[in-house]
C-alpha cells in the first residue's frame, strides 16, 4: 500500500514538474497571432534587449509610472534599451484610485518623452492593494477621461486600456469609455468585456531568454 502511494505520489509529482516547465515556455501560435510581444517594468531586473528582440519579441510595454508617486526606475533604460535593439516600443502607465488623475497624467508626461516612432501608450487599470479607494464608477470614468486626454494630448495617439477583470467587472469600463481594450487571461482568451479585445496577455508565467524571471507575455489580435 505504501509503494502503490509512492508511485502515484511521484507520477503526480512528475505530471505537475511538466505542466510548470510546459507554462514557462508557452506562447500562442505565431500562426494565430502573428504579433507578440513582452511589458517590462523596473520589477524585471536588467533586460539584455538584443538577446529579447532576438527570441522574437515584436513590441514591448514598458512601464513608465505608478500612480503619480513612483516614476518607474528603469524606464529611461528600458525605452533606450528597445530602441536601439530596433523593437516597437510603448509607454505604460498604472492608473491609481487613490491619485487625482491629472496629478498621474503629469507623472507620466514628465516621464516619457514625445516621440512620433513610439507605439499609442497604455494605461493599465487594475486594483492596487496598497490603495482600498473604490470610489463610484462615475467618478472612475469622469476622472479616467480627464487621463486619457491628456495622455493623448501628450503622445498624440488615442490610448490602449489595459483592464483586468476584476477591474473591469467593477467599473464595466468596456462601456463607459471608447478606447481600444487590452484584456488579461492566462492561456485562453479572455471574453470578460462588452467590446473585443484588440491586446491580450496571453501568459505571466512565461521565461525567455534576456528577462531574468516571468513576464507578462502579449500578443495583437489578427
Same mark, same amino acid.
Given at each position: 500500500?505504501?509503494?502503490?502511494?509512492?508511485?502515484?505520489?511521484?507520477?503526480?509529482?512528475?505530471?505537475?514538474?511538466? #505542466?510548470? %516547465?510546459?507554462?514557462?515556455?508557452?506562447?500562442?501560435?505565431?500562426?494565430?497571432?502573428?504579433?507578440? *510581444?513582452?511589458?517590462? =517594468?523596473? &520589477?524585471? *531586473?536588467?533586460?539584455? +534587449?538584443?538577446?529579447?528582440?532576438?527570441?522574437?519579441?515584436?513590441?514591448?510595454?514598458? /512601464?513608465?509610472?505608478?500612480? =503619480?508617486? #513612483?516614476?518607474?526606475?528603469? $524606464?529611461?533604460?528600458?525605452? /533606450?534599451?528597445?530602441?536601439?535593439?530596433?523593437?516597437?516600443? *510603448?509607454?505604460? %502607465?498604472?492608473? =491609481?484610485?487613490? /491619485?487625482?488623475?491629472?496629478?498621474?497624467?503629469?507623472? $507620466?508626461?514628465?516621464?516619457?518623452?514625445? &516621440?512620433?516612432?513610439?507605439?499609442?501608450?497604455?494605461?493599465? %487599470?487594475?486594483?492596487?492593494?496598497?490603495?482600498?479607494?473604490?470610489?463610484?464608477? &462615475?467618478?472612475?470614468?469622469?476622472?479616467?477621461?480627464?487621463?486619457?486626454? %491628456?495622455?493623448?494630448?501628450?503622445? *498624440?495617439?488615442?490610448?490602449?486600456?489595459?483592464?483586468?477583470?476584476?477591474?473591469?467587472?467593477?467599473?464595466?469600463?468596456?462601456?463607459?469609455?471608447?478606447?481600444?481594450?487590452?484584456?488579461?487571461?492566462? $492561456? $485562453?482568451?479572455?471574453?470578460?468585456?462588452? /467590446?473585443? +479585445?484588440?491586446? +491580450?496577455?496571453?501568459? &505571466?508565467?512565461?521565461?525567455?531568454?534576456?528577462?531574468?524571471?516571468?513576464?507578462?507575455?502579449?500578443?495583437?489580435?489578427?
Amino acid at each position: 500500500m505504501l509503494g502503490r502511494a509512492a508511485a502515484v505520489l511521484a507520477i503526480a509529482a512528475a505530471l505537475a514538474l511538466a #505542466m510548470f %516547465l510546459y507554462a514557462r515556455g508557452w506562447a500562442p501560435s505565431r500562426d494565430q497571432y502573428p504579433a507578440q *510581444g513582452v511589458t517590462i =517594468s523596473a &520589477d524585471d *531586473g536588467a533586460v539584455d +534587449w538584443g538577446t529579447l528582440a532576438a527570441q522574437g519579441t515584436d513590441f514591448a510595454y514598458i /512601464r513608465a509610472a505608478q500612480g =503619480s508617486d #513612483m516614476r518607474d526606475a528603469a $524606464f529611461a533604460a528600458n525605452w /533606450r534599451g528597445a530602441r536601439a535593439a530596433g523593437m516597437r516600443y *510603448g509607454a505604460m %502607465l498604472d492608473y =491609481s484610485l487613490c /491619485r487625482l488623475a491629472s496629478e498621474q497624467a503629469t507623472r $507620466f508626461m514628465t516621464t516619457v518623452p514625445r &516621440d512620433n516612432a513610439a507605439l499609442p501608450p497604455a494605461i493599465r %487599470l487594475t486594483f492596487d492593494p496598497a490603495c482600498p479607494a473604490r470610489p463610484g464608477r &462615475d467618478l472612475v470614468l469622469s476622472e479616467l477621461n480627464t487621463l486619457i486626454n %491628456l495622455v493623448e494630448g501628450h503622445a *498624440g495617439k488615442p490610448v490602449l486600456l489595459n483592464v483586468t477583470e476584476a477591474f473591469d467587472k467593477v467599473y464595466d469600463v468596456g462601456s463607459g469609455i471608447n478606447r481600444t481594450l487590452w484584456l488579461d487571461g492566462n $492561456f $485562453f482568451p479572455p471574453d470578460y468585456a462588452t /467590446r473585443p +479585445w484588440v491586446m +491580450w496577455t496571453a501568459t &505571466d508565467m512565461r521565461h525567455i531568454d534576456g528577462v531574468d524571471g516571468p513576464v507578462r507575455w502579449d500578443v495583437v489580435a489578427p
